[in-house]
């Protein structure tokens, strides 16, 4: 086996690993809260034909998941601009979760909540530079329309790149 394949694999056990035992112990934690805030499915006050449990469901499960990721990330890999644009992105989406969970936000402004975790993420330096040509051999470039400015410092926006790295966000988030 290649050397860095399996270095590769050792780096992403152990993150992988802490963060599901996390998410795996602070599950029960997290019901508890959800039905102790109120942050429930009841069919009988709330009539939907998508629901189909007859019984109170708790919610805010993304509060689970978001914790076992944020310590696991913070006891495994190392802080960068990159990790904190995406935690951050991401602490983002898990508040207008349980604030949805409770109160039943609009679907738009939940939507502009994307957008923003999304951008916050890319603008961290997150982002696709090139992706394989599904044409043919090599890559395509989308890091060639820049736009450099400085304000705190020298950045570059780099137009396709950044743009795809957003709607390619935007849309994992929004696919299941």
Same mark, same amino acid.
């Given at each position: 086996m290649d050397l860095a394949l399996q270095l590769g694999k050792t780096i992403l056990i152990k993150p992988f690993l802490l963060s599901f035992l996390i998410t795996l112990v602070s599950t029960p934690f997290v019901i508890r809260l959800?039905?102790?805030?109120?942050?429930?499915d009841d069919p009988k006050k709330r009539k939907h034909p998508a629901h189909t449990e007859t019984r109170i469901i708790p919610r805010a499960g993304g509060i689970?998941?978001?914790?076992?990721?944020?310590v696991g990330s913070a006891l495994s890999v190392p802080f960068s601009k990159q990790l904190a644009g995406i935690l951050l992105g991401a602490a983002i989406i898990v508040g207008t979760g349980?604030?949805? #969970?409770?109160? #039943?936000l609009n679907p738009y402004l939940r939507f502009v909540t994307n957008i923003v975790a999304a951008t916050l993420a890319v603008g961290a330096g997150v982002g696709i530079a090139y992706v394989t040509n599904p044409f043919g051999p090599g890559v395509i470039h989308? #890091?060639?329309?820049?736009f450099s400015f400085n304000f705190l410092g020298n950045h570059s926006v780099l137009i396709l790149a950044d743009l795809l790295a957003v709607l390619w966000i935007i849309w994992c988030m929004n696919m299941v």
């Open positions: 959800a039905k102790y805030w109120g942050l429930v689970s998941i978001f914790f076992g990721i944020l349980i604030v949805d #969970d409770k109160l #039943d989308l #890091d060639t329309l820049r």
